[in-house]
């Protein structure tokens, strides 16, 4: 909890700053792990994107009913591709298919060895990715031909040791021609190699992780305008759009993933969060559900929960609101995110009452918990109402007889009151309080303790403010020293 505390409280302003400007708060992480989508699927939940939700378009997107489709066939890429060449691939292909990667790897390597083939290139790439057991940052690979029983991925995580090849799929395309002139199918392969790289190296590879997500992004755009993907290049296609806040593009990418696999979690979920960004709110519904009901434990649905109950708050829909919030309080019992979903909702369409109601159940189970503070307080600032945060705290901090609870809440209370601080008056209040609030906390945590420092940096900055007031208040017309043009509050 001290750790918690120090995270939260080590700068003046953290528990505003971190919601400001945002409609979602941090707690909604707070179910033990990230949702299945982004987690285990590393499907697309960019933070920044979801806070920027548009009006509703005036039509209906065509997502409305998808009908399932098939997988593509992977030779079916290779269409273009002269007799030999294809010939080549579809043994190696077959080869692959009865676990006998290394084999299929050296086929093409024989069939092609002056590397001056693209399609036989695409197709020795997607089985670097496949059927590699070891890896040297994509630079080289190593495999084998499997024995009975065996799979890829269980001799990934053994010891044992194989001769790497040395094989650089961009190096090897470069000579090839312009990338207008390639085959599609190797545009859409290395935007898989590429988008494997940065989950597999990121922060390590050849170039930064940036340049790698615009190479991988440009390859699968090609690709896409071509007609060639498949299940994963279409979800990574689509994640990389949403990073870049292109929610709009996505959603065809993620739709077609439904259509592959329409009860694939990440990409139901992502789905329907294109939807919600767009501010297609009712059609995300119907795909929010599909996702709650394909995401496998409760602990990785919470995100779909949240999302989708403020969307049918957002329009109107308090029925289905409520089985969303009722899901989650089934969903998550004894875990503090439920109720702050329910005062999250309630302040952001004024409803009053009830954002009390669920602040004051939180104050009263969690009220030692200054992450859980954090994100009522945060709420209620970054809504505009910041008088109802004061009063919430204040009632509670009375109401309470637990030092640690009166402490937690006495400090956001100190931290706000100097946040609006309009004068010497107003930071002296905030001192009063926050004079109070290390009192309470004295009875509890040992002399030393780092909540401790925590305040102190809170004293300091206050004395830094107090000490830029009176500088600007004797040098009239002049800003104080450190300070620029006036800011505006969060």
């Known amino acids: 909890m001290k750790r918690a505390f120090a995270a939260a409280a080590a700068v003046i302003v953290l528990f505003l700053s971190g919601c400001a400007g945002s409609a979602t708060p941090p707690v909604q992480a707070a179910p033990a792990q990230a949702p299945a989508a982004t987690a285990a699927t590393a499907a697309a939940q960019p933070a920044a994107a979801a806070a920027a939700i548009?009006?509703?378009?005036?039509?209906?997107?065509?997502?409305?009913?998808?009908?399932?489709l098939p997988a593509p066939d992977p030779l079916s890429f290779f269409a273009g591709a002269p007799p030999a060449s294809r010939d080549a691939v579809k043994k190696a292909y077959e080869l692959a298919e009865a676990g006998k990667w290394k084999s299929a790897f050296d086929s093409l390597k024989a069939f092609d060895p002056k590397k001056a083939d693209p399609w036989v290139l695409a197709a020795m790439t997607r089985l670097a990715l496949d059927g590699s057991v070891r890896t040297d940052l994509h630079q080289s690979f190593g495999f084998v031909d499997l024995e009975a029983g065996q799979t890829v991925d269980e001799l990934r995580d053994t010891d044992l040791e194989i001769v790497l090849q040395p094989f650089d799929p961009p190096s090897l395309a470069e000579p090839l021609g312009v990338e207008a002139a390639l085959p599609p199918i190797l545009s859409k392969v290395l935007g898989d190699y590429f988008y494997d790289a940065q989950q597999r190296f990121a922060g390590e590879w050849i170039i930064a992780d940036e340049e790698i997500k615009a190479l991988s992004l440009a390859n699968y755009e090609r690709a896409w305008a071509a007609g060639v993907y498949d299940q994963g290049s279409v979800q990574n296609h689509g994640e990389l759009l949403m990073a870049q806040q292109r929610a709009a593009e996505a959603e065809p990418l993620f739709a077609k993933a439904v259509q592959f696999d329409p009860e694939n979690p990440a990409a139901l979920y992502n789905l329907a969060l294109s939807l919600l960004i767009e501010g297609k709110r009712a059609e995300c519904l119907d795909i929010f559900d599909r996702?709650?009901?394909?995401?496998?434990?409760?602990?990785?649905?919470?995100?779909?929960?949240?999302?989708?109950?403020?969307a049918a708050a957002d329009l109107g829909d308090a029925v289905r609101g409520e089985q969303y919030l009722a899901r989650a309080d089934r969903d998550y019992p004894g875990n503090p995110s439920p109720l702050l979903l329910r005062h999250l909702v309630a302040v952001q369409h004024g409803a009053a009452d009830a954002a009390d109601a669920a602040a004051d159940a939180l104050a009263a189970g969690y009220g030692a918990n200054p992450e859980v503070i954090r994100n009522i307080v945060s709420a209620w600032y970054s809504?505009?109402?910041?008088?109802?945060?004061?009063?919430?705290l204040e009632r509670n901090a009375a109401a309470a007889s637990d030092d640690a609870v009166i402490g937690t809440l006495l400090f956001y209370d100190a931290i706000l009151m100097l946040e609006l601080a309009e004068d010497a008056a107003g930071r002296a209040a905030a001192s009063t309080v926050l004079d109070r609030a290390e009192a309470s906390m004295q009875k509890v945590f040992a002399p030393g303790d780092e909540v401790f420092g925590v305040i102190a940096q809170v004293r300091a900055q206050m004395a830094a403010a107090e000490a830029?007031?009176?500088?600007?208040?004797g040098a009239p017309g002049q800003a104080?020293?450190?300070?620029?043009?006036?800011?505006p509050k969060p």
């Open 383 to 392: 809504a505009g109402q910041a008088a109802a945060a004061r009063a919430f």
């Open 291 to 310: 996702a709650i009901a394909a995401i496998p434990s409760p602990e990785s649905r919470f995100d779909a929960i949240a999302l989708a109950a403020r």
């Open 480 to 487: 104080a020293p450190g300070q620029g043009a006036p800011q």
């Open 54 to 68: 548009a009006p509703a378009p005036a039509t209906p997107a065509a997502t409305a009913a998808i009908a399932p």
């Open 468 to 473: 830029e007031a009176a500088a600007a208040a």
